[in-house]
């Protein structure tokens, strides 16, 4: 009985998707994609009461999916007591008023219902920065057509809007609150960047996780560093970047980094809106990329990580495949590769064998080492502290000690000085 009560105070939605011949297989909707929705609209807080797929050869200019199917829709709704449609491909403004018209209760896309949880998980003021640009780029240029959408101020699914603006409001105080959030995100890049260049004169290499959204990325980084990050089953449950330091070997530490998850149809307003996030993938040294294999459908969402890597990362960098939750299937199912891990975040195993992998892939045969250079060679030291990780320097009677960690070319120039391995 609490159960029906709680399903009543939850908004109650129809998904609908149009499966069109004319569509690429990122716009077009599937049972697959349908299903993904529904776990969405899970995570928003709402509740499906019903699904519908149309197929046609080109969608409806008008209703998009047409009259009729439109009417069937407008049937379901009130037969189920609906409160609002979820479609699963993006609409135009003209669709969304057309379809409002015709079924009478407020109409979403798959990308405004993303926005709405993404407005519901920001924690951070950056994180609260980029979904409220995200948002307002979304809806500036729907604004003529989003009728009951936006008569709604509510706290209900796709009414969390930015702030307590009105979004009915002129569209040039919209563009100039972009245009300040564009602004303080810059700010943060720039802060990013100073962090990034301390990173790198420490010599300290950046591994970032990424993966579809629920793949464990979050349990990873808290079962390798104890990072304390709340990890739920649930889509979209990190969105604040993380990072921590992770010390792989005794030879080896590195910043590990976690990233908001990838998900088919990534509305590309959160993919701009996210870049000072995402461009860490930029200057990452490895990516360690989460895969669910306990996932029925993994290869799939293997793909549009994939696809998203090739677009936010440089072309050369290097990418561990982590098949998660391992410990769910046979170990047939799990590719053999050199590229490839096999590990389970939640109870720890594979954990040595990741670690042993990101040693590898760096390239860090690197040597922990302790050189003593004649004062002569003072101006090696500023070397070591631009290009290897100093530890200690202590100036002696025999000379100037440093204890570094550096790579195989360092430590080949500085053979004939190094007065301890450690």
Do not use: W
Request: contains cysteine.
């Amino acid at each position: 009985m609490e159960e029906i009560l709680q399903t009543h105070q939850q908004e109650r939605a129809v998904l609908v998707g149009l499966n069109a011949d004319c569509f690429r297989a990122d716009q077009t909707a599937t049972d697959e994609t349908i299903e993904e929705l529904e776990a969405l609209l899970e995570t928003a807080g709402g509740f499906c009461t019903g699904k519908i797929l149309q197929n046609r050869h080109t969608p409806d200019a008008h209703s998009f999916i047409g009259e009729g199917k439109a009417q069937e829709v407008r049937m379901l709704v009130e037969a189920t007591e609906s409160t609002m449609v979820v479609f699963d491909n993006e609409l135009s403004p003209g669709n969304i008023r057309a379809l409002e018209e015709i079924i009478g209760v407020t109409v979403l896309d798959r990308s405004a219902l993303i926005l709405d949880i993404f407005a519901q998980r920001a924690k951070t003021r950056e994180g609260r920065l980029q979904v409220e640009l995200a948002q307002y780029q979304y809806l500036l240029p729907r604004l003529s057509g989003m009728g009951k959408s936006l008569s709604r101020q509510g706290g209900g699914i796709g009414t969390r809007g930015p702030g307590e603006t009105k979004l009915e409001t002129d569209r040039r105080h919209i563009r100039e609150r972009i245009s300040r959030l564009q602004h303080e995100l810059e700010q943060v890049r720039q802060v990013r960047m100073v962090q990034r260049e301390r990173r790198m004169k420490n010599s300290v290499p950046v591994v970032a996780i990424v993966g579809y959204t629920n793949a464990g990325k979050s349990t990873l980084l808290n079962k390798l560093t104890d990072a304390g990050i709340p990890a739920n089953n649930r889509l979209f449950d990190t969105l604040d970047t993380t990072s921590r330091q992770l010390t792989v070997s005794d030879n080896l530490d590195v910043i590990l980094t976690d990233t908001v998850g990838f998900i088919a149809k990534l509305p590309h307003h959160l993919v701009e809106a996210f870049h000072a996030t995402l461009e860490e993938l930029q200057f990452a040294d490895l990516l360690l990329h989460v895969i669910d294999s306990s996932d029925e459908n993994r290869e799939e969402h293997i793909a549009v990580v994939d696809r998203l890597i090739a677009k936010l990362a440089k072309p050369e960098t290097p990418v561990l495949r982590c098949y998660n939750k391992a410990d769910l299937v046979e170990k047939t199912d799990i590719p053999i590769g050199e590229d490839v891990v096999a590990i389970s975040a939640k109870s720890g195993m594979g954990m040595e064998e990741l670690k042993t992998a990101i040693e590898k892939a760096l390239g860090h045969s690197r040597h922990h080492v302790v050189v003593t250079l004649p004062y002569s060679m003072g101006g090696m030291v500023e070397t070591l502290h631009s290009s290897a990780q100093v530890l200690n320097v202590d100036y002696t009677a025999e000379g100037i000690a440093v204890e570094t960690i550096v790579d195989p070319i360092l430590y080949g120039r500085l053979r004939e000085y190094i007065t301890k391995e450690c």
